[in-house]
């Protein structure tokens, strides 16, 4: 266990490190947006395109992989969706919870936190877990949010629109393409012109220490919106107005998507990994624990994003990745070691 916490620990002080500089304002929460839009468009995909060119074919185009991974996300959702759903979650809260329940960092912390653990052949893996999450799973919650308006005025644009949009952010979104030139360059084995190249590799050796910190003030960031928010509606109670902010998500709606994301999703998918070798799918042993340990990452933070754009409730979405990231500390070595 403590040569996985010698890994590890670096990964988790980086985020800790962006987590203090945002909370004390060293780093101004107006920097934020621009440090994830360096990742998301520049590092990244740069990370993406160079393990995607330099892993070999028959890895990034494994259907085993993808199967067990796109079943245990699919059940994840419908599962989150089922049993969230109720008096105060709606479809919009339900669909963002279960894909904040499915959806792991895997590109911001997963692409460097695993290959350092486990070598540079988990990468086609995890590319595999990433095209599906992206374009999948993501989508799939995306329509699902729209299923409020089903019966109201929106009944035929609700769902159409958002399918529409899911579309629209996949197309615009680089690390889809990225993904898929990199396994174009592998499948041809073609290299790309040196100078270019180097340009790739800085920007890819950026992505790991940039995403990690920025995880950090994403976090700090929600937590200080949060305690102002808080502060906010106490003022307007004592006055006795009515507060335009929503009240705080209970709990009981947090804990259970944050047990689902770390211990549900991952034995889930260790089962179905389970299963398809019994059947005789060509699923390998370190590929099944590559994404078992995808699995058992923390919440991705780009779905805070999408929430707020989407209207769900952001502070749920919010408070579950924190927790979800604060416990990966923990659960993350644990799982390692259980499965080595």
Same mark, same amino acid.
């Given at each position: 266990?403590?040569?996985?916490?010698?890994?590890?620990?670096?990964?988790?002080?980086?985020?800790?490190?962006?987590?203090?500089?945002?909370r004390?304002?060293?780093?101004?929460?107006?920097?934020?947006?621009?440090?994830?839009?360096?990742?998301?468009?520049? %590092?990244?995909?740069?990370?993406?395109?160079?393990?995607?060119?330099?892993?070999p074919?028959?890895?990034?185009?494994?259907?085993?992989?993808?199967?067990?991974?796109?079943?245990?996300?699919?059940?994840?959702?419908?599962?989150?969706?089922v049993?969230?759903?109720?008096a105060?979650?709606?479809?919009?809260?339900?669909?963002?919870?279960?894909?904040?329940?499915?959806?792991?960092?895997?590109g911001?912390?997963?692409?460097? @936190?695993?290959?350092?653990?486990?070598?540079?052949?988990?990468?086609?893996?995890?590319?595999?877990?990433?095209?599906?999450? !992206?374009?999948?799973t993501?989508?799939?919650?995306?329509?699902?949010?729209?299923?409020?308006?089903?019966?109201?005025?929106? #009944?035929?644009?609700?769902?159409?629109?958002? #399918?529409?949009? %899911?579309?629209?952010?996949?197309?615009?979104?680089?690390?889809?393409?990225?993904? !898929? !030139?990199?396994?174009?360059?592998?499948?041809?084995?073609?290299?790309?012109?040196?100078?270019?190249?180097?340009?790739?590799?800085?920007?890819?050796? $950026?992505?790991?220490?940039?995403?990690?910190?920025?995880?950090?003030?994403?976090?700090?960031?929600?937590?200080?919106?949060?305690?102002?928010?808080?502060?906010?509606?106490?003022?307007?109670?004592?006055?006795?107005?009515?507060?335009?902010?929503?009240?705080? #998500?209970?709990?009981?709606?947090?804990?259970?998507?944050?047990?689902?994301?770390?211990?549900?999703?991952?034995?889930?998918?260790?089962?179905?990994?389970?299963?398809?070798?019994?059947?005789?799918?060509? !699923?390998?042993?370190? %590929?099944?624990?590559?994404?078992?340990?995808? %699995?058992?990452?923390?919440?991705?933070?780009?779905?805070s994003?999408?929430?707020?754009?989407?209207? $769900?409730?952001?502070?749920?979405?919010?408070?579950?990745? @924190?927790?979800?990231?604060?416990?990966?500390?923990?659960?993350?070595?644990? $799982?390692?070691?259980?499965?080595?």
């Amino acid at each position: 266990m403590l040569p996985v916490f010698l890994v590890t620990f670096p990964f988790f002080a980086l985020i800790a490190a962006g987590y203090g500089a945002a909370r004390a304002r060293v780093l101004p929460l107006d920097a934020i947006p621009g440090l994830n839009t360096f990742v998301l468009y520049f %590092a990244l995909p740069c990370m993406l395109l160079r393990f995607g060119a330099g892993t070999p074919i028959g890895q990034l185009l494994d259907g085993s992989v993808a199967l067990v991974w796109g079943l245990g996300a699919l059940a994840v959702v419908a599962g989150v969706v089922v049993f969230t759903r109720n008096a105060r979650i709606g479809w919009n809260d339900a669909a963002f919870g279960a894909l904040v329940a499915a959806f792991p960092n895997t590109g911001f912390m997963g692409v460097p @936190l695993l290959v350092a653990l486990l070598g540079a052949q988990a990468a086609g893996p995890i590319i595999i877990t990433i095209a599906f999450d !992206l374009i999948v799973t993501s989508s799939l919650c995306i329509a699902l949010s729209r299923l409020d308006e089903v019966g109201g005025g929106a #009944a035929q644009h609700g769902p159409r629109q958002a #399918a529409r949009q %899911a579309l629209r952010g996949v197309l615009v979104n680089p690390m889809p393409w990225s993904i !898929l !030139l990199g396994v174009l360059l592998s499948a041809a084995r073609w290299r790309l012109p040196g100078p270019v190249e180097r340009t790739i590799a800085m920007l890819a050796d $950026a992505a790991s220490p940039v995403a990690l910190f920025t995880i950090g003030a994403v976090l700090a960031r929600s937590a200080l919106l949060a305690r102002e928010h808080g502060a906010s509606a106490a003022v307007a109670a004592a006055m006795g107005t009515r507060s335009a902010v929503p009240p705080k #998500a209970p709990m009981a709606d947090v804990l259970p998507v944050v047990l689902v994301k770390l211990l549900a999703h991952p034995v889930l998918v260790w089962a179905l990994g389970q299963g398809a070798i019994a059947l005789g799918l060509p !699923l390998s042993s370190s %590929a099944l624990m590559v994404i078992v340990l995808v %699995a058992a990452l923390p919440s991705a933070s780009n779905v805070s994003m999408l929430a707020e754009r989407f209207g $769900a409730d952001n502070g749920r979405i919010a408070r579950i990745i @924190l927790w979800t990231t604060v416990a990966t500390f923990f659960s993350f070595p644990l $799982a390692v070691g259980l499965l080595r």
